[in-house]
């Protein structure tokens, strides 16, 4: 449980930033469902609800999100569907329920960079970009390794690409954290191969990636590039799971991933 000592319901982003980054222990208050799972004592707590961030439209060649929208209203818009397939919604199911992705927001989820997100490691394989009001606009990929500081993350964009994408996971029990999460995309021969839940935050495997990309597509490449995600990616051993278990079960996910795309 965590305690508030004040909460501010900001009308403009300015406001908000000014608030949050006004004291060390004041932080946004979204969901909140992840904050109650531990305790902490927050100051002041920046609510969001009145900057009208809670949105899915389509703006010239992307998908803009707001930082407010739940991840069940990504999981049930056809505007999504329609533009990126079931990778999204797929990505979303098995989060712990529907009454929790209810309350669940876009932006907490993305910008607390969560190692264990379904979310983060499928918007990975697509051209995500996520905005912040100080650090401004910038791929997904950059924000994941940009070291963390206070800030306030308002929207994500994904650009509509004819691309196929597919999410993959393996857990102990349906409503479980995973055990590890993949998802692949590919554009026209294009390969992107991504890898959450290991247990760190999410990453591309790049040479993987660049091998598959590069070379006839066949079995004995595939087989091949699979090889090549062990020697970027970096795996752990948590209560879920140990580290020779998820590089195992990595090239098995990725594997039937790229199935899919291809």
Same mark, same amino acid.
């Given at each position: 449980m965590f305690t508030v000592m004040d909460i501010e319901q900001p009308t403009t982003e300015q406001e908000?930033?000014?608030?949050? #980054?006004?004291? &060390?222990?004041?932080?946004?208050? =979204? $969901?909140?469902? +992840?904050?109650?799972?531990?305790? &902490?004592?927050? %100051? *002041?707590?920046?609510?969001?609800? &009145?900057?009208?961030? !809670?949105? @899915?439209?389509?703006v010239d060649n992307y998908v803009e999100i707001g930082a407010m929208t739940t991840l069940r209203t990504l999981e #049930?818009? *056809? @505007?999504?569907?329609?533009? +990126?397939?079931? @990778?999204?919604? !797929?990505?979303?199911?098995?989060?712990?329920?529907?009454?929790?992705?209810?309350?669940?927001?876009? $932006? $907490? *989820?993305?910008?607390?960079?969560?190692?264990?997100? !379904?979310? @983060?490691?499928?918007?990975?394989s697509l051209d995500t970009e996520v905005e912040l009001f100080n650090a401004g606009r910038m791929k997904l990929d950059d924000f994941l390794v940009k070291e963390c500081e206070k800030d306030l993350l308002t929207k994500i964009y994904i650009k509509k690409a004819d691309k196929k994408a597919a999410y993959k996971s393996l857990r102990n029990a349906k409503s479980d954290y995973p055990i590890l999460n993949?998802?692949?995309?590919?554009? &026209? =021969? $294009?390969?992107?191969?991504?890898? %959450?839940?290991?247990?760190?935050?999410?990453?591309?495997a790049r040479l993987a990636s660049d091998y598959l990309s590069r070379n006839e597509l066949n079995d004995a490449n595939i087989d091949k590039a699979l090889d090549l995600i062990t020697e970027d990616v970096s795996f752990g051993t948590n209560m879920r799971g140990t580290k020779e278990y998820r590089e195992a079960i990595s090239k098995v996910l990725v594997k039937r991933a790229i199935t899919e795309v291809i």
């Open positions: 908000a930033y000014s608030i949050l #980054t006004k004291r &060390k222990n004041n932080q946004v208050i =979204g $969901g909140s469902a +992840f904050l109650r799972m531990g305790k &902490k004592r927050i %100051g *002041t707590g920046v609510e969001l609800s &009145k900057l009208n961030l !809670d949105y @899915i439209k389509e #049930t818009s *056809t @505007i999504l569907k329609e533009s +990126f397939g079931e @990778i999204i919604s !797929d990505s979303l199911r098995d989060i712990i329920g529907v009454q929790f992705r209810n309350v669940v927001t876009v $932006g $907490g *989820t993305v910008f607390s960079k969560y190692g264990f997100s !379904d979310l @983060i490691v499928a918007l990975l993949v998802s692949v995309s590919n554009d &026209k =021969g $294009g390969f992107k191969i991504c890898i %959450g839940a290991r247990p760190q935050r999410a990453v591309v």
